[in-house]
């Protein structure tokens, strides 16, 4: 009899500890599937997110590209003078190109901003502007007489005392508008960092006088109704014509930094290889005088070269110091 409990104590035993592996193996069972699952569904999201990053990365090809302009005469005229421009372009890209003319700059900046307009032919302030609020990216900038760049330049009389800039304080400035780069901005930029003033008009000038242009400006100064002009590089001659004696009356008092030229620049959206295939069409119009002669109609471009982002660092400079108050109208 005892012997017989004994054996029905020992096989009690056997089964508690069978069932308790049971649950054991099942619990783990059960948390490898978990696991297994958590897994595959971290996988399909890391899968998800770096199909969405490859994307991303490798950007659209529309079914169309705008090209933007603001324009530099009638907006009819540069209408049709752009249309030979974008059909050459959609034949190179094999994508249809349209030219579309802007009222001013805001409205190209902010067009290229919701990828309305995916090539923006805009100046060195819009640029900066453009890629600091829509990550705008320049591919190619216009070249002028040999060169990437250009300069303002200080305009006074000939037979006037001024020999430096300091000798202007106190003095008339004629400018053509507050938004023109060289005609505005860069020369107030400088006179604010060379004697440390935070307004030019009020606290270096003792007067100013806006004309709406670089050659009314010029003249302001040769009808001395203005000390000195702030204007491109160099604007006499485009009005030596009609005032033959200019280049003696007026003389070149001092020049500003170098000012990068106007863009063309593009989305962010696009994709890396057709951004590419837009460089590479607008480079080979450099060999094609009708579509070189079509930019400097439009422009004045007198060939297209290549830019990079950093060469309008010094623009960025300047339009830190006047930030919402520039105006690209």
């Not at 003319?101 to 900066?128: C, R, S």
Request: net charge negative.
């Amino acid at each position: 009899m005892k012997k017989w409990l004994l054996m029905l104590v020992a096989l009690l035993t056997l089964l508690v500890i069978s069932a308790c592996g049971t649950s054991d193996d099942t619990e783990d069972s059960n948390d490898t599937d978990d696991a297994d699952t958590e897994e595959s569904a971290n996988s399909d999201d890391a899968n998800e997110d770096a199909s969405n990053d490859a994307s991303a990365a490798e950007g659209e090809t529309p079914d169309e590209i705008v090209m933007g302009f603001v324009p530099s005469q009638d907006s009819d005229t540069i209408a049709d003078t752009v249309e030979p421009l974008a059909e050459r372009l959609s034949d190179e890209l094999g994508i249809p190109v349209e030219g579309k003319v802007m009222t001013n700059y805001t409205a190209l900046v902010e067009a290229m901003g919701t990828n309305e307009v995916q090539v923006g032919f805009i100046p060195a302030f819009a640029y900066v502007l453009a890629n600091d609020k829509h990550g705008v990216d320049v591919i190619l900038k216009s070249e002028r007489y040999g060169s990437g760049t250009y300069v303002a330049q200080y305009l006074v009389r000939a037979d006037s005392d001024y020999e430096e800039l300091a000798d202007l304080e106190g003095t008339v400035w004629a400018y053509g508008d507050p938004s023109s780069t060289s005609g505005y901005l860069f020369p107030a930029a400088q006179i604010m960092d060379e004697f440390g003033v935070d307004d030019p008009q009020t606290e270096f000038f003792a007067d100013v006088l806006p004309t709406g242009g670089h050659d009314n400006s010029a003249l302001a100064v040769y009808n001395g109704e203005a000390d000195v002009a702030t204007t491109f590089d160099d604007v006499r001659t485009t009005l030596e014509e009609e005032y033959p004696d200019i280049m003696d009356e007026l003389k070149v008092l001092g020049y500003t930094d170098e000012i990068p030229n106007d863009t063309i620049s593009v989305t962010k959206e696009l994709d890396s290889e057709l951004v590419q295939n837009i460089k590479d069409a607008f480079l080979s119009f450099n060999d094609d005088e009708d579509m070189i002669q079509i930019m400097n109609d439009v422009y004045s471009w007198d060939a297209i070269i290549e830019a990079e982002d950093s060469e309008y660092d010094v623009v960025r400079s300047t339009y830190n110091k006047f930030g919402d108050d520039i105006s690209l109208d």
